[in-house]
């Protein structure tokens, strides 16, 4: 049985967040480092978990509020690799599931930032072969319109 509250409390401390505004949608979540704040939903499962870990991550390496042109995959990248080693130093297992999540969700920003910039050879690595998780959302539209 995961604690989800003694799991929160160690990747708040470990990040430094101030503040956390529980919100209800997940794709609302985001983080603003320069007020060590984020949005989240409460994590009870392992998505909500990584994704409350990926805004800590956003804050502890102090990215910039909002995302900049060309850089949004490094930036999502780099918080990613950063809920995954907490959560892993904190004895939480990383499923290949969530790593899946997290490539899905990080190959959309891959992509836009393709079309304007350079993206490291590491990043276009861990993304590779991965669809981009907006696709599958407009996809899933598109199916459910015709
Ligand atoms: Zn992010």
């Not at 989800?4 to 209800?24: E, G, M, P």
């Not at 509020?65 to 959560?87: C, N």
């Not at 499923?95 to 350079?118: M, N, Q």
């Amino acid at each position: 049985m995961i604690d989800y509250h003694r799991l929160v409390i160690l990747l708040r401390t470990r990040a430094s967040v101030r503040t956390w505004q529980k919100i209800d949608d997940a794709d609302r979540s985001e983080a603003w480092p320069s007020r060590r704040m984020i949005y989240a939903v409460e994590p009870t499962d392992e998505t909500t978990l990584f994704v409350f870990a990926h805004e800590c991550g956003h804050v502890a390496l102090n990215h910039p509020d909002l995302s900049v042109q060309g850089k949004a995959a490094r930036h999502e990248y780099d918080a990613t690799q950063w809920a995954f080693s907490a959560l892993r130093r904190l004895g939480v297992r990383v499923s290949p599931d969530i790593v899946r999540f997290a490539k899905e969700c990080l190959a959309g920003y891959v992509e836009t930032d393709l079309e304007c910039g350079h993206v490291p050879l590491r990043i276009r690595f861990f993304v590779r072969g991965v669809k981009p998780a907006y696709a599958e959302r407009h996809e899933n539209r598109k199916d459910a319109g015709e």
